[in-house]
């Protein structure tokens, strides 16, 4: 009967974060998570940021080699959370005997391709308040042709 009492008084006096994942932790992924409102979550060292509603969302390297350490805190209380990631086969599309000068840009057109990648680092160090993330993705157009997946390579 002590042990029982001592097994009950555990269980209510051990707290416990709840948290679920919508995604698989596969390299390239898209992971969307949801916890109790007023969390803070951390995915590896980085903060994110999570809505009112307790969503957050996170993405997964093309070519990550180690798992994800998820951390959620509240009022003091941490709990870490580790998810092994799966290695993921990419199709790799091989394109040979074509031009040098469709593999190799002219020395004219690398001052438009730093422009460009400028361009990029700026749209992706935006950080806003958007909850689009939570929407499926759709296909922008009917009978669409998909000529390339995420993380895919073309040599």
Known sequence: MRILISLVFLL??????????????????????KTEPGFEVFIDKKKVKVTSDGLFVFGLGRDRK?????????????????????KRKYNIQRIDGL???????????????KRENKWIGEARAIDSNLTYFTKKFIVPVENAI?????????I
């Open 12 to 33: 209510i006096t051990t707290s416990s974060f709840a948290v679920t994942f919508d995604g698989k932790f596969v390299q390239g992924a898209f992971i969307l998570g």
């Open 66 to 86: 180690y798992d994800v350490v998820i951390t959620l805190i509240k009022d003091g209380e941490k709990q870490k959370i580790v998810k092994k990631v799966q």
């Open 99 to 113: 031009e040098e000068t469709k593999v190799t840009p002219p020395e004219e057109v690398y001052e438009r391709i």
């Open 146 to 154: 998909i000529t390339g997946v995420y993380g895919s390579q073309r």
